[in-house]
């Protein structure tokens, strides 16, 4: 069985170790890695069915819930995923073995998902729409978990040089995914919102999570590395501080990350955009999906290549080509003709969505690399607490901006995504094969 799943592993990653013999260790590796590619795919499976920006918006209108709630999806989704990590960090560094916390995230996704198919198929109007809110927040908890731990357990149990092919290959499975799911949604609800199909495609999706925690809890990982200090829970917020004080590269990362939101939040406005003119309706929902899902297929192994010989100017370079695809977009929205044309926002959408997919697949592989043992939980931990809270600065800062027009708002992230690029040069190098 290893050395079938090495043959397979070799095909899929790029070790430098091909045509000699592997000792035990690199068979460890090929297992490992199958294991974490089959059940990151899983997961991402379920990711596009719990969408906060396509697939749950839609099930909240269908069920007839406020706008408001729906608003609010997104902030919680991210913020929540990413404020309780600093705090959480402490507690995972005690276990021996990350990948039982990953277990744990992933059962805890799987009964918030579970909550919200049942939410489809039973409520409506507004108790619907603040159930959905709290299994998301529940679903936003299990996130953080395996968040930490999925990056943890790849630092411990595979070598640099093959982390981000790993994560591209993840990506491209989650690409297929979500190909294959935006083409079932168009076949099967075609330009009818159906919520029985919604839920029925939740309770698939908690199943994914089921599936994923099995394949999971089968990565060998190496015993100790718990952490033994003398710093208390409640002392997560000092030690985070001091971290982002002290360590001027992981500084700069995280500097660098917020800058990358350029990616992450302008497709939402070229859809408002669209929607402006007429031309964006709610059963386009299986267009968009399908366009995200071929962004992350044609990118994510390519980029998870680059990351490896490179995730800093990998980073650097997404931010660049993030900002010139909204300046090329601006410029052509204000041609007669072409800024009431849907397809120029549908390939702006799939344009930043394909810059957006090397961006993840570069930070998540930066920062790995950048640390060593518990170090990364601590990396992993802090960067993404403090991305929350810059998350929500930003937020308000664009919507705010947004009043004005989705146009001030994307030339303000277009503008944060030119001094990224000029900033991601500054950072160190910290991968690379070895």
């Given at each position: ?13 790029s070790?430098?170790?091909a045509?000699?013999a ?6 460890d ?6 294991r ?21 918006p ?8 406020p ?13 929540g ?7 959480l960090?402490p507690?995972?560094?005690r276990?021996?073995?990350r ?12 009964t918030?998902?579970v909550a ?9 109007g ?9 299994a ?12 930490i ?5 790849m630092?411990r ?12 290959v ?22 009818q ?46 030690r ?13 990362f ?12 302008s ?8 929607a402006a003119?007429g031309e964006?309706?709610l059963?386009?929902l299986g267009?968009?999906?399908?366009a ?10 390519f ?19 993030a900002s010139?695809?909204i ?5 052509l929205?204000?041609?007669?003709g ?8 549908s390939?702006g959408y ?24 518990d170090q ?24 705010g901006?947004?009043v004005?027009?989705?146009?001030v708002?994307?030339?303000f992230?277009?503008g ?8 991601g ?10």
């Amino acid at each position: 069985m290893s050395s079938l799943a090495q043959r397979i592993y070799v095909r899929l990653v790029s070790t430098g170790h091909a045509g000699r013999a592997a000792d035990e260790a690199e068979r460890d590796v090929s297992t490992n890695g199958l294991r974490i590619i089959g059940a990151s795919g899983l997961q991402n499976v379920g990711d596009q069915v719990v969408n906060a920006a396509t697939v749950l918006p839609w099930l909240l209108t269908a069920l007839g819930a406020p706008v408001g709630l729906i608003g609010l999806l997104v902030p919680i989704r991210e913020s929540g995923s990413l404020l309780p990590q600093a705090v959480l960090s402490p507690w995972i560094q005690r276990w021996s073995r990350r990948k039982w916390v990953w277990v744990a995230g992933a059962a805890v996704q799987a009964t918030a998902t579970v909550a919200m198919a049942l939410v489809a198929a039973t409520l409506e109007g507004i108790g619907a729409g603040v159930a959905i809110l709290v299994a998301l927040a529940l679903f936003a908890l299990g996130r953080a978990l395996t968040s930490i731990a999925s990056k943890d357990v790849m630092a411990r149990t595979i070598p640099k040089g093959q982390r981000g092919q790993i994560n591209g290959v993840s990506t491209l499975v989650s690409g297929v995914a979500a190909v294959t799911i935006g083409l079932g949604i168009r076949l099967l609800a075609g330009d009818q919102m159906n919520v029985a199909i919604l839920a029925f495609l939740l309770g698939g999706a908690a199943l994914a999570w089921v599936a994923a925690l099995l394949v999971y809890a089968g990565v060998k990982e190496p015993t100790g590395g718990t952490a033994e200090t003398d710093a208390d829970d409640e002392g997560w917020w000092r030690r985070s501080w001091q971290l982002l004080a002290t360590d001027a590269p992981f500084r700069r990362f995280v500097q660098m990350r917020t800058l990358l939101l350029v990616s992450a939040l302008s497709p939402p406005f070229l859809i408002a955009l669209a929607a402006a003119d007429g031309e964006a309706r709610l059963s386009g929902l299986g267009l968009f999906v399908i366009a995200q899902g071929a962004a992350r297929m044609i990118g994510g192994r390519f980029f998870g290549r680059l990351a490896d010989r490179s995730s800093r100017r990998l980073m650097t370079l997404g931010a660049l080509m993030a900002s010139l695809s909204i300046i090329v977009l601006l410029a052509l929205s204000i041609v007669p003709g072409l800024g009431e044309s849907v397809w120029l926002y549908s390939l702006g959408y799939f344009l930043l969505a394909l810059v957006h997919t090397g961006v993840r697949v570069a930070r998540k592989t930066y920062v790995i690399d950048m640390g060593e043992g518990d170090q990364v939980t601590e990396y992993v931990a802090v960067s993404n607490t403090a991305m929350g809270l810059l998350l929500l600065v930003v937020g308000a800062v664009n919507a705010g901006l947004a009043v004005f027009g989705a146009e001030v708002a994307l030339a303000f992230l277009a503008g944060m995504g030119l001094i990224g690029a000029f900033v991601g040069r500054s950072l160190p190098e910290v991968g690379g094969r070895a």
